[in-house]
């Protein structure tokens, strides 16, 4: 590589101010942003971004998802576009670091390169992803660039639908235009993303970069066990068919299989409701939210027969009817191999130590992988917190991080 | 006793026809009947029963908690007044049997007796209590009788402040009024109810009365499990807090501990609310409603140390933090000796099996226990189903059982 890429480095004065100015936009006070996808505080912050780009001297695209690019052609004609950044989109209630940090490294990363003047051999581009937290849809932008995004799929969103038609009127986009924001891969390099790691890896293990090696698949069931109303006064234990007992089991039961078999994975019982719910009632019906995550195809099928045949076994051992509801699913996406490999050299390089780890949050680059060459890599979180105002990654790593996206974009084009 | 009394029986034609016009007012079409207390077909039921009263030359009372009453001077100047009774108001959408039938039968008591034109030691009293279930405040009427409502009680009703106002002023009651409704207990010779079981036991046994030894005592919990929200893709497994455990373990437990150590006693978890209740966050903390029933006060004692102690073990087992809160308890009511020997006695020589059991639901005869003597017992319930509109007794069942009170009555007086 040419030594004067090799010894580029990004400006953290000039990031740091961003990120200050950028977590005031939707503060709560607290060190905590609400800014729900195309909420009036995330199309501020969207505005900030567009007049920072402007500032910058770079150039300014949007596509019909609402995706916010500063671009910069440093390539020679006709080159390939490799895509950097995240999201300033928040969950409510969350962080400031989460995507809003991937965004500002990419964008820096940009100014970086074009100060230097240097030549490479693709154009840049600084990408905000619209809603990848899914107050809306969940991978919105990135799905729609990717070619992924169906009309139907807009007709129920998880958020429902007239908030998503809100949200639409209010940043001035158009089903139409999500549905035809797709990007020819002919005309992409790729796509590496910076982001927290969320979790408590990296620090537990003193790296300081995550490779991600794939971003798990995920699934998501409602099991609804169900036995009889009864008298909870007059009806004697041993008569009762108690839909509460059947759904404890399987709490239980989830977490000892995940310990004991399946250390990569994870599952969650994240929500039970009692039908009819009252103290002197026998629950009729216990409705259970079950969520799991593989990294792996293999392991991911495994899982899923493993927990539903415990489901049923529960089921039986308390004389209980179970009804299982799939509700969705996202495969396990692997990050391409050449761009694991410039991360772990750009971590070299920079003589930071890296470790390869698979992502258990869903972000962005599912969506484009297996479309484009993807790469992600994660700087540490401290104390793992996540979609919370608790969210918190030393600035020390911030910079780290943003040095290895600008070399791991110098070194996926090499 | 005077054989004339001895021989005397209820009038099965004119109960059944009483049955069936009752079970129209409120019914739900589907065998049920929807009356909660004081609302428009609760006082439609009042008004039906008060021109049954009057159609049978009765004389009508009323007392300020709206107690409705038929009265019989059956006996010398200055006898006291054993009441028979039960009541007219329904949980939420349950059955047509529950209280209404002993109503009706303590009704065709007192018109038998007119009938007959036979002198007793005491007048008798067919008594209506209002609000029984507890859609307001439970138990209204006869504690109100009974001289135990307090004035601070009506200020946080089960039900809600508002929907008591709201029934009180329908009915034409006031605060004032409940709070003066005591009847000197000098005046009363005791309290006699017959009350479908609402259990299996009565079939199983194959007994066609249950003599109640005593009301059980009733004492509800809320449990709080904490632990700490996570995101479930990125926090591993080991490293959650995770309150559903806590939670589910428990609710495991109760069963196990009721079933193996306490075989006289119930309990019931019968609601879980999950907090923050979403599917890819750990549940950071769980509510749980806990009740518990036993029919002695050592065992009702042992039970809720048992049950505690358990709670909080669980919690430490998963490392939770636990917030118990009390939130009520009924002592048990053993029912008095003379009123269970009146009633086994009325069954022997009525030719009926009778087994003796302990009641584990609440019913107003434990407001007048300790109070006056009070006895209670129960017919059989087809399927043990309560509360319901499935809930159901036969119909030869609910004469002998009419025929019970009144023999039970006339020897209560003996």
Redesign the interface.
Known sequence: MDPRLESLRINPPRLKADFEALSEIGSTGDGGVHRPSLSAAHLAARAWLRERIASAGLDFRQDGAGNHSATLECGPPGAKTLLLGSHLDSVPYGGRFDGALGVLAALETLRTVKESGLSLPVDLEAIDFTDEEGTLVGLLGSRALAGKLTSAELQSPRGGRADLLAGLARAGLTEQGLLSARRDPQTLAGYLELHI?????LIREGAEIGVVTAI?G?A?YRLSYAGR???????????RL?A??G???F??AV?KI??EEFPDC???????T?HP???????ARVDL???F?APTVADFNRLEDALLRRARAEAERYDLELAVEFLGKHRPAPMSASAQEAIAGACADLDLRSIPLA????HDPQSLAGVIPVGMFFIPSVG?????PREFSKWEHCVKGANVLLQAALRAVD
């Not at 109303?229 to 008569?239: L, Y």
């Not at 793992?384 to 919370?388: D, E, K, L, N, V």
């Open positions: 790691e969320q979790g408590p890896r798990v995920i998501s109303a009864d008298h909870a006064g007059t009806t004697p234990m041993p008569d108690d509460a007992q759904a404890s089991a709490t239980l977490r995940l310990m994870v599952a969650n019982v994240g929500a039970m009692f719910g009252a103290f002197n009632i026998v629950p939210s079950l969520e995550r992502s258990g949050a869903g793992g917190a996540s979609h919370s």
